[in-house]
């Protein structure tokens, strides 16, 4: 089955630093990945997503993740942090167009300092 | 426009207790999804349904079970009430041929 990790619990920047948030998947095929954002006390918000062609995809609020097949990622990333971004961040990996069975990484909290 | 509406938002249940956690989409959603989300662990899928009067079990159907009657309600129910459900519970509901899920606030159980 596939499995996504994502390696860091818990990541502190400075406002306006750049970010990225790492997300490993294990699937044997072309999988569906995606990234989604909790703000405190919220559900989930999709962020972004890939499916197939350009591995570089835009989303919501600035974000951008890069679809690497040789090292099995999906890499968050935003160039200047603001303290809104402040939430967990999810990292999720679908087989199928209907996400019934998608897996959710454990997240990353994001911290953001003044 | 509502989107994915949970209720309760925090619920406190003693062992061997039973309850429905209730969802409603108001978006004419084909799919809905109940998941857990417990520390460290992400959400974990318990149940979903692809139209009214189907379901399916997800990763940790254990312990739940799911109706939905109409399009709109997908309720999921909790029995026997263990220590091991306290967790926060969100609904997600997706249309047929989406791919994003918009979810609920969440159901924050606890079991004591």
């Known amino acids: 089955a596939q499995s996504v990790t994502q390696p860091d619990i818990h990541i502190t920047v400075s406002e306006g630093a750049s970010l990225e948030l790492r997300c490993n998947y294990s699937?044997?095929?072309?999988?569906?990945l995606f990234w989604y954002v909790q703000s405190p006390g919220q559900g989930l918000q999709l962020l972004l997503k890939?499916?197939?062609?350009?591995?570089l995809v835009q989303g919501i609020k600035g974000f951008e993740a890069e679809f690497k097949r040789s090292q099995s990622s999906f890499n968050l990333r935003k160039p200047s942090v603001h303290w809104s971004d402040a939430a967990e961040y999810f990292c999720?990996?679908?087989?199928?167009?209907?996400?019934?069975?998608?897996?959710f990484g454990a997240g990353t909290r994001l911290t953001v300092k003044p | 426009n509502a989107g994915v509406t949970q209720t309760p938002k925090f619920r406190i249940l003693k062992i061997g207790q039973s309850m429905t956690l209730q969802c409603t989409q108001d978006?004419?959603?084909?799919?809905m999804y109940w998941y857990r989300q417990d520390p460290g662990m992400g959400l974990k899928l318990i149940y979903y349904?692809?139209?009214?009067?189907?379901?399916d079990k997800g990763e940790v159907p254990n312990g739940y079970n799911v109706s939905r009657s109409t399009t709109e309600d997908f309720p999921l129910r909790l029995e026997l009430a263990a220590p091991s459900q306290t967790s926060v519970y969100f609904c997600?509901?997706?249309?047929?041929?989406?791919?994003?899920?918009?979810f609920g606030q969440g159901t924050r159980l606890t079991v004591v």
């Open positions: 999720a990996v679908g087989t199928s167009y209907n996400n019934n069975d998608m897996r």
């Open positions: 699937y044997g095929a072309t999988p569906y």
């Open positions: 890939y499916f197939s062609g350009d591995t």
């Open positions: 978006m004419n959603h084909n799919y």
């Open positions: 349904s692809v139209g009214a009067g189907i379901t």
């Open positions: 997600a509901s997706i249309l047929a041929g989406s791919t994003e899920a918009f």
